[in-house]
């Protein structure tokens, strides 16, 4: 990549000069879409990002996010705001990693989770919980596989070593990412107001102390490498913007980070991701309204005879940049030591423009806020989108529920979260497999950890379906975004917050951009209906390959609260009647059904009370006659009974047809309870309720659906969702 002419026609009339070389190329990654979101900023004021327990939105590192715990009493002071605080606040990120994970799969995830910490430790907070959601081409293809393969390793081998819980994701097919798969990882941290930091300088004279990996030639360009669409060659030819792991240094980083923070060290902090230290040192002193003045020379390096433009814009991993008064300079640097980290002190906050310079010459004198901020916003033209009409194939009972049910979308993904260590922390209640992770929040009045269940839920769901906006953009979003609710109602959670990661083809195309559009304004509607601030996320545009452009595919993670964390499993108990809350699927438009028969329908209709349903379900998942609970999603009705089969454990089921079988409208859950009435007393008129059948002691699920029935047993059953390991075997 170059500058454009009109952005070097507009920098060259902002500074009065030509730009030098080193000032080129951090324009040139600054101003790229993947760091200035030229293309997306002007849509994503439709979300709406404030509420009460926001601390922290858009536009930081993480978002910050307060979490009332119900006995905590704890009247520390705020640092920032001089207030009194008694909650804990969790931090919460998302970011991509997708054309680094095509290149080379392995270290382009495992250094998507690395930065996704790193922005939550640069907020002041411990990282608790990871979550990723993987897309990819189809299944059968070998390419897709060893890109499988390579990320789910990459993302198992990073988060493990680091002793980070990866709790929960999705993972997804389509032959939409044949080219260009998707990798987006989601991290939840722990902090207070006494320990959070932001970055955001606070004070010139103070020094700016860089901490971490030496920087090395890895990850040059990797911004604007972001910024474009993967070539036929992408694999060996951008294999040098690719950034290369090492989780072991991550791990010292972190325990570093917290010897910081609770010694009261840091004035601001930021991770180095996109375009290095050039963009984290900017970013953070611009974003304060400072200046800086760095000397290159003092960064501590990997490599003999690096250039300025290397040590600016190399994306080597596992560094911070802290902002530090200089009286506590000594401290830190032995801190680091401590840790066996490199520390350098390579400048200052000053007033006035962002200055370094590199072997006594300056070599980028420039204002930060034009730096930072000041890439022109493109206007882009968009199609809107329209539904297809509807063209069901016939398929028979036995032959739906086998196909659907073994799909790779719907097939068990016990193969991926095996790989993770999802228990490290010991804060992991509720496990990868069911319908959202639960991570106990616990705090005593004493400080002491309460392991008796009566703290704070936390219930974490992520992911998205490219089946649904693959057909309907703008619904598609929508039911994503009440998808990931539902999955937390069902645990008994309530939404708390969101981020998106946002991903597109290339905006210059009308079509892309304006299914992309679609997915925007269907994520911001749904989100505010259900009082759901957004409040941070990520971009990526330009995933867009010889082989055609990806879906539009809004990732949302959501996490939510309950109170305690022994919620219901997604598993019949065989001891209740069961029930479906919510309204029949009305049409079977992105069902797994139409994925593998082929054929088309117009997207369902999404309930007139999205709050409500939300709101009743979690209702009834907390009753205590509730036995389990399980949301209708991906593959119908069909794969969530499939699921919820046990060894001993099963269900006799009848419904009307096969659109109430395989259709997937959002929305919906089954509930194993010993009091019915009890159930249709919690949702009032908010929900319909459907007698669907009783569970049963026997490993058995026979459903009957109209004038066709079919009996599976657990076996049965298993073998046909083992589609994935089977392969990986």
Request: hydrophobic share 35%.
């Amino acid at each position: 990549m170059s500058l454009p002419e009109s952005d070097l026609d507009l920098i060259t009339a902002e500074l009065g000069r030509e730009p030098t070389p080193a000032e080129s190329v951090l324009f040139e990654n600054l101003w790229s879409e993947h760091c200035a979101y030229r293309s997306s900023r002007p849509l994503l004021s439709a979300f709406e990002s404030e509420g009460t327990q926001v601390v922290i939105g858009p536009g930081d590192d993480a978002a910050v996010v307060a979490v009332p715990l119900p006995d905590s009493s704890s009247t520390a002071v705020d640092k920032r705001t001089g207030d009194d605080y008694s909650e804990t606040y969790i931090t919460f990120g998302i970011e991509s990693h997708n054309h680094p994970s095509y290149v080379d799969p392995y270290d382009g995830a495992a250094t998507g989770v690395g930065g996704i910490v790193r922005d939550t430790m640069s907020m002041g907070a411990y990282p608790i919980a990871l979550t990723d959601s993987l897309y990819f081409g189809p299944f059968d293809r070998e390419h897709s596989q060893y890109l499988f393969d390579g990320v789910v390793e990459g993302i198992s081998n990073y988060g493990n070593s680091i002793g980070v819980p990866t709790v929960g994701g999705s993972v997804e097919f389509h032959e939409g990412y044949i080219g260009n798969p998707l990798v987006n990882v989601a991290c939840v941290g722990l902090t207070n107001g006494e320990r959070m930091i932001t970055a955001e300088a606070q004070a010139a004279g103070n020094k700016l102390v860089l901490i971490g990996n030496a920087t090395g030639r890895d990850g040059l360009g990797g911004a604007s490498f972001a910024s474009e669409d993967l070539s036929e060659d992408a694999e060996t030819e951008d294999r040098p913007a690719v950034q290369v792991g090492d989780p072991y240094t991550e791990k010292l980083l972190i325990e570093a980070n917290e010897q910081l923070l609770d010694e009261s060290l840091v004035e601001s902090a930021r991770d180095l991701g996109a375009a290095g230290l050039g963009g984290a040192s900017s970013e953070l002193v611009a974003k304060g309204g400072f200046g800086a003045k760095i000397d290159l020379n003092r960064v501590h390096q990997r490599e003999p005879n690096m250039k300025a433009l290397e040590i600016l814009l190399a994306e080597s991993q596992e560094r911070m940049c802290y902002e530090v008064t200089p009286e506590n300079v000594d401290r830190v640097k032995t801190i680091a030591e401590r840790f066996d980290l490199g520390c350098s002190v390579i400048g200052e906050v000053q007033d006035g423009n962002y200055v370094c310079t590199f072997d006594g010459e300056v070599v980028v004198d420039v204002a930060p806020v034009f730096l930072a901020d000041g890439a022109p916003m493109n206007d882009l033209d968009a199609t809107e989108p329209q539904q297809p009409e509807t063209d069901i194939p016939d398929r028979s009972l036995a032959e739906a529920f086998e196909a659907v049910v073994s799909a790779p979308n719907t097939a068990s993904k016990a193969w991926v979260y095996r790989q993770y260590d999802h228990e490290v922390g010991t804060r992991t209640a509720m496990k990868p497999g069911d319908d959202a992770a639960i991570i106990a929040l616990r705090e005593t009045a004493g400080g002491e950890d309460d392991i008796s269940g009566a703290g704070t839920g936390l219930a974490i769901s992520a992911g998205a379906v490219p089946n649904w906006t693959a057909t309907a953009p703008f619904a598609g979003a929508q039911a994503v975004a009440l998808e990931n609710a539902t999955n937390l109602a069902s645990k008994g959670a309530l939404p708390l917050a969101a981020v998106d990661c946002l991903n597109g083809g290339n905006p210059e195309k009308p079509d892309v951009y304006g299914g992309f559009k679609a997915i925007v304004d269907g994520l911001a509607t749904m989100c505010e209906t259900l009082s759901t601030p957004v409040v941070g996320g990520n971009v990526s545009l330009y995933n867009d390959s010889v082989s055609g452009p990806i879906p539009p595919t809004p990732t949302l993670a959501m996490v939510g609260t309950r109170s305690g964390y022994n919620a219901p499993p997604a598993s019949f108990a065989g001891e209740g009647e069961l029930l479906l809350l919510g309204e029949p699927a009305d049409s079977l438009g992105g069902s797994e059904y139409l994925a593998q028969f082929g054929g088309t329908d117009r997207f369902p209709t999404l309930p007139s009370d999205p709050s409500g349903v939300i709101e009743s379900i979690a209702a009834v998942a907390n009753l205590e006659t509730t036995l389990a609970t399980h949301d209708v999603s991906n593959g119908g009705l069909a794969v969530t009974l499939a699921e919820m089969v046990t060894e001993t454990t099963g269900a006799t089921v009848t419904v009307d047809s096969q659109i109430d079988c395989f259709g997937e409208t959002p929305g919906r859950v089954v509930v194993e309870t010993t009091d019915p009435e009890a159930v249709k007393t919690a949702v009032g008129e908010t929900l319909s309720v459907t007698q669907l059948g009783a569970a049963t002691n026997e490993g058995l699920l026979s459903l009957t659906v109209g004038d066709e029935e079919v009996s599976y047993d657990h076996d049965a059953i298993g073998a046909l969702r083992r589609t994935i390991t089977a392969a990986f075997e």
